[in-house]
């Protein structure tokens, strides 16, 4: 196990969700708060963020990490940054141009922040990075979602395009464990970015 809080590895997927979840209502608004910056801090300063023009993110969930930051400064840079819009009853995303935090979310289905029906679609073999969230994570980017399949669908699709694609999970220390248990549709990273440290796959 890695990170400051250890989640022992359960035997399945739901039992492994169970385990995060707590961990992660454990976690302090200070510490999500600061863990954020760190996390924009180690993306920015790559290379991989600096050579890409267009960008993958998302509107967090309260007890996911923040990538308000990184967008703000994104969109400063002016990077063109895109955030999912999804179709619930498709069970599909699809990636839209956002040029304000402020302006362009909305309160959506089941209370969370979504982009605004007048953002305009992006293509998504434009994307070069998608920076992923998800519940855990482990060192060889096997990632565990939340169970509906939005992404993993997003990427099976987005793969399809010649042009390069950077899949980069995003989480807490506390969010990576030793080993995740994975299904066939379920689609690795590239890489797992924490506040702390950047594990390639």
């Known amino acids: 196990m890695i990170g400051t809080r250890p989640v022992c590895t359960p035997p399945n997927k739901p039992e492994l969700r169970s385990a995060i979840k707590e961990s992660l209502n454990a976690m302090s608004e200070r510490h999500r708060h600061e863990s954020s910056e760190q996390l924009r801090d180690q993306i920015t300063n790559s290379d991989l963020y600096r050579s890409a023009m267009t960008i993958l993110a998302y509107a967090s969930l309260p007890t996911e990490v923040s990538l308000d930051p990184l967008i703000t400064q994104a969109l400063s840079s002016d990077k063109v940054v895109c955030i999912p819009s999804v ?40 994307i070069s990075i998608a920076l992923i ?34 899949l980069v999970g995003v989480c807490f220390d506390e969010q990576l464990v030793g080993r995740i248990p994975t299904d066939p549709h379920d689609q690795p990273m590239d890489m797992v970015v924490t506040p702390t440290r950047i594990l390639t796959r």
């Open 87 to 126: 179709d619930w009853e498709q069970k599909l995303m699809h990636a839209v141009r956002i040029r304000s935090l402020d302006n362009d979310l909305q309160i959506g289905r089941y209370g969370l922040r979504s982009p605004s029906t007048r953002c305009d679609p992006v293509p998504d073999d434009q």
């Open 133 to 166: 969230p998800g519940l855990g994570f482990d060192p060889s980017g096997r990632r565990l979602g939340r169970g509906a399949g939005f992404y993993d669908r997003w990427i099976e699709s987005r793969l399809r395009s010649d042009t390069p694609l950077s």
